[in-house]
């Protein structure tokens, strides 16, 4: 049963969430928007050692299984707001450790603190929001978070631009917000009650494995974009901090004012055919980014590329509907391991080919994508409990 929005008052889960989203964006878009110009500026990085990094970067993630120990000690709530002050923390001190394995340690510290947040999170939200509402608040959640990224990126281009301010002085402003925000959370919101008391085991359901299957694909490709797509523009055609800056600015102003509205528009289509556009799209953009070699183009297609993932908002609303209520915080941690199980290799391995063939690494990321669009076209039209799979409706019939 998720909270009705008439509850008096700003203190709502509604509200919570957006404000905890809008804290990760100030630790996190400083984190990455600063990362390979400071990798490689400071700590004299080739593409195999960003690999490593990146790599090192999603273990938390493929840990994500271990929220569910931690749910049998504290509230998902409490689990929270604790992730994201260790996600400040480590980002403040990032710029302390300009070395291969100071970045390495401060990262695996923010990503710790990053990832459990968004396990958690998406958890919350599953349980708090009406299924019917769900997408287009989703789609506000991310909004939020877009703005507080574009005041972080106005921040650092201001602070690059006009005063050549240290990374270190940045990564310090960036990751205590986050920390601020985190302790408001703490002492503002009451603990909200959960109306459906979720297990606190690991939940493994066969007739899940469309959703598992999307996540993990979803997961493998999403590191290509992440990892390599940024690292093209400043390694390939020279993007400065200050230029890097302009296009986080550009894709969290389009995030904030289409997010919303992307969230209703799958609403209206429905998961299958949000899916579907998607990754037609993602196929066409990776197959660009093997061949580009103009540095417009480039940024361009890092913008396109940021904004289909939005549509990812429908691979979750999927799985609420299919989902039985108590099982949502295990699946959540589930999810997210198998989404950080190729996440945890592939930054690796692909810088190494890197260096010999980025375009390799481009035209594996659309392979991927058309491997999502073939699983995509097996979600239901109006997908339920039971009816999880376009192949389970033809074994009833």
């Known amino acids: 049963m998720a909270f009705d929005d008439r509850q008096a008052g700003w203190r709502r889960p509604e509200v919570l969430l957006i404000l905890m989203a809008s804290a990760v ?16 500026e400071r700590a004299a990085f080739t593409g195999a050692e960003i690999g490593i990094l990146q790599s090192l970067r999603e273990v938390p993630g493929f840990l994500a299984l271990g929220v569910v120990a931690v749910l049998l000690l504290l509230r998902e709530q409490s689990v929270a707001l604790w992730s994201l002050l260790l996600l400040g923390i480590g980002t ?59 005041l972080s990126y106005l921040f650092i281009l201001f602070l690059f631009s006009k005063f050549g301010i240290d990374f270190k002085h940045t990564y310090i402003v960036g ?19 959960q109306h459906v008391v979720q297990h606190k085991t690991i939940i493994i359901r066969g007739r899940y494995w ?20 940024g690292f093209l523009l400043v390694e390939k055609f020279d993007y400065s901090v ?7 600015f550009l894709n969290s102003g389009l995030n904030m004012l289409l997010a919303p509205k992307i969230g209703r528009l799958i609403g209206r289509w429905g998961e299958r055919r949000a899916l579907i556009v998607e990754y037609t799209g993602l196929i066409v953009i990776f ?3 093997s061949f580009v070699a103009d540095g417009f183009l480039a940024g361009g297609l890092y913008v396109l590329d940021h904004l289909f993932f939005a549509l990812a908002i429908a691979i979750k609303t999927y799985f609420q509907k299919i989902a039985d209520p108590a099982d949502i915080a295990s699946t959540a941690a ?14 690796a391995i692909f810088g190494i080919i890197w260096l010999t063939s980025p375009g390799i690494v ?36």
Not at 183 to 191: E, S
Not at 210 to 229: D, N
Not at 242 to 248: G, H, M, N, W
Not at 335 to 347: S, Y
Request: proline residues 5%; positive net charge; hydrophobic residues 55%.
């Open 334 to 347: 589930v999810g997210f391991t198998i989404n950080h199980i190729a996440a945890v290799v592939i930054p």
């Open 175 to 193: 990751g205590g917000l986050t920390c601020l925000i985190a302790l408001v959370g703490w002492l503002a919101f009451p603990q909200f009650p």
């Open 287 to 289: 197959v660009a980014y």
């Open 92 to 150: 403040a001190a990032t710029g302390y450790f300009p070395t291969v394995l100071g970045l390495y340690l401060t990262t695996i510290v923010m990503s710790l603190g990053f990832h459990y947040y968004e396990t958690v999170q998406s958890s919350l939200a599953l349980q708090w929001i009406d299924k019917r509402r769900a997408p287009e608040t989703l789609g506000r959640i991310i909004a939020a978070g877009s703005f507080t990224a574009i």
């Open 362 to 397: 481009f035209l594996t990321g659309a392979a991927m994508a058309a491997t999502s669009l073939a699983l995509s076209m097996l979600v239901p039209r109006h997908p339920l409990r039971d009816y999880e799979t376009v192949l389970a409706a033809r074994v009833r019939v």
């Open 242 to 248: 200050v230029e890097i800056s302009l296009l986080f």
């Open 210 to 229: 469309l959703y598992y299957a999307l996540t993990f694909i979803s997961g493998a490709r999403r590191q290509i974009f992440v990892v390599f797509a």
């Open 25 to 40: 964006p100030l630790s996190f878009a400083t984190w990455n928007n600063l990362i390979n110009n400071f990798a490689i």
